[in-house]
């Protein structure tokens, strides 16, 4: 299947700082990205949808200008934690398609607000 | 709005026994269904699926049926592995490609 690098695995930051992470379609043109978050023991939360070149789509409760997506290009989406709080320590994890393709999911990354 | 249901955990196993893991959804229109393992540490891999009524969907020894008259996407393995240890997601697409819907997650612990 097509391969979507999903980086850093693992971050600790400070509270108050930001944080980026990057989500890369490495055979594929993404023309949607999809990032979820993840509770410890608990499902996925879809957090929002992200089309190339367009402003993300947002699901309810999620707070747009703390975590911001940039997605440029076809190959690249970025999150970006703001101000990052320990209530903000979760493990994100982005899909993504392409035109024609099922969803294909990153490796996740553990972020940790110390 | 959709929803996916499935047993939770954990479930514990010696190797060589039958698993099953309940799913069961709702949903608006007639999605396609998924089930995905997530190894410890890792991403999601999708471990199969099935796009309409009575398909079934395999891989690695899995088996799930979309049935749609008891909106259920049952999965089956009949001898598991302690590499089969892992946490599994059921989850619904409406649209193919779309984004998902997850269920809570079961976690399988196989041991030796």
């Known amino acids: 299947g097509a391969v979507v690098s999903q980086h850093p695995s693992r971050v600790i930051c400070k509270s108050g700082t930001s944080v980026k992470i990057e989500c890369r379609s490495l055979d594929f043109q993404a023309t949607t990205m999809f990032w979820y978050r993840q509770f410890p023991k608990q499902s996925l939360m879809l957090m929002a949808t992200s089309n190339e070149g367009s402003k993300a789509t947002y699901e309810q409760g999620v707070e747009k200008d703390k975590f911001l997506i940039n997605h440029a290009s076809l190959t690249l989406s970025t999150l970006t934690v703001t101000s990052a709080h320990p209530e903000d320590s979760s493990f994100y994890i982005c899909s993504a398609r392409g035109v024609s393709t099922e969803a294909f999911f990153g490796q996740g990354t553990r972020l940790t607000v110390v | 709005g959709d929803s996916v249901t499935q047993m939770e955990g954990p479930v514990t196993l010696s190797e060589e026994a039958f698993l099953t893991i309940n799913c069961t959804y709702t949903a608006t229109g007639y999605p396609s269904l998924f089930w995905y393992v997530q190894y410890p540490g890792e991403g999601l891999q999708l471990l199969l699926k099935?796009?309409?009524?009575?398909d079934k969907g395999s891989n690695k020894g899995f088996e799930a049926t979309y049935r749609k008259e008891t909106t259920s996407f049952h999965l089956e393995k009949g001898s598991v592995q302690v590499s089969d240890s892992a946490v599994y997601f059921c989850a619904l697409s409406e649209i193919p490609g779309n984004k998902l819907t997850f269920g809570g997650g079961t976690r399988v612990l196989v041991k030796p």
């Open positions: 099935a796009t309409k009524a009575d």
